[in-house]
């Protein structure tokens, strides 16, 4: 089991770009988290998805940000005109259904 | 609001001397917590929860109802246990369907 995928590790955009982050959950998993974690914080809840569905986005962004999980393929976090308070490590987890989460390796976005 | 604080940002030790990372927690209900560990370069894992009761690589943590903590305890702790360490707390209610509130970490730092 190759564990939780995300890509890319890095991603570096300029202000107003749009940054589409990936994660591939542990085979079996059909419920993923997204978190943030900004330069000296914890990591926190951003959205919970399972397969076609938006669970909880209560802690997403109101603007520019959206999430999905479609029925095929990866999970997409879409941040659209990205600032340079996006800045950080976004990290995705998966798990069956509310059993452990299993975390991936993170991509850090960095906005020029 | 449920919060969890790791007072401490960074603790260094020697090796060889017992470690105690500190972790409160607020949360109006039953809680489920959790310690995960992150090593240099590694993704964030599962270090131990507090249900299973179980002692993981020396590491044990006991939940304390009264005093809301669930601190990370090793009697004697060595250089590979270098690492950032979160606490987490499960989030159960309203339409919450088990993200992780994290704490900010420590930084758990063991000298030789």
């Given at each position: 089991?190759?564990?939780?995928?995300?890509?890319p590790r890095h991603l570096v955009r300029?202000?107003?770009q749009?940054a589409r982050l990936?994660?591939?959950?542990?085979?079996?998993?059909?419920?993923?988290?997204?978190?943030r974690q900004l330069?000296?914080?914890?990591?926190?809840?951003?959205?919970?998805?399972?397969?076609?569905?938006?669970?909880?986005?209560?802690?997403?962004?109101?603007?520019?940000?959206?999430?999905?999980?479609?029925?095929?393929?990866?999970?997409?976090l879409?941040i659209?005109?990205v600032v340079r308070g996006d800045s950080a490590a976004y990290?995705?987890?998966?798990?069956?259904?509310?059993?452990?989460?299993?975390?991936?390796?993170g991509t850090r976005l960095l906005v020029l | 609001?449920?919060?969890?604080?790791?007072?401490?940002?960074?603790?260094?030790?020697?090796?060889?001397?017992?470690?105690?990372?500190?972790?409160?927690?607020?949360?109006?209900?039953?809680?489920?917590?959790?310690?995960?560990?992150?090593?240099?370069?590694?993704?964030?894992?599962?270090?131990?929860?507090?249900?299973?009761?179980?002692?993981?690589?020396?590491?044990?943590?006991?939940?304390?109802?009264?005093?809301?903590?669930?601190?990370?305890?090793?009697?004697?702790?060595?250089?590979?246990?270098?690492?950032?360490?979160?606490?987490?707390?499960?989030?159960?209610?309203?339409?919450?369907?088990?993200?992780?509130?994290?704490?900010?970490?420590?930084?758990?730092?063991?000298?030789?």
């Amino acid at each position: 089991n190759a564990g939780v995928m995300q890509n890319p590790r890095h991603l570096v955009r300029r202000r107003g770009q749009e940054a589409r982050l990936r994660c591939s959950p542990m085979k079996g998993h059909s419920h993923v988290y997204w978190y943030r974690q900004l330069p000296e914080e914890g990591l926190k809840f951003m959205v919970y998805l399972q397969k076609e569905n938006i669970i909880d986005e209560s802690g997403m962004p109101k603007e520019r940000f959206s999430a999905e999980f479609p029925k095929e393929g990866p999970s997409i976090l879409r941040i659209q005109q990205v600032v340079r308070g996006d800045s950080a490590a976004y990290f995705c987890a998966s798990s069956a259904y509310q059993e452990t989460q299993y975390f991936g390796p993170g991509t850090r976005l960095l906005v020029l | 609001a449920q919060r969890v604080t790791q007072p401490e940002k960074l603790l260094s030790v020697f090796k060889g001397a017992p470690v105690e990372l500190k972790c409160n927690y607020s949360y109006s209900g039953s809680p489920e917590l959790f310690w995960y560990v992150q090593y240099s370069r590694q993704r964030l894992q599962l270090l131990l929860r507090h249900i299973s009761r179980e002692s993981i690589k020396g590491f044990t943590a006991d939940l304390n109802k009264g005093e809301t903590s669930f601190h990370l305890k090793k009697p004697f702790a060595q250089e590979e246990d270098s690492a950032m360490y979160y606490c987490a707390l499960k989030e159960r209610y309203g339409g919450s369907q088990g993200n992780l509130i994290f704490g900010k970490g420590t930084k758990l730092s063991v000298k030789p």
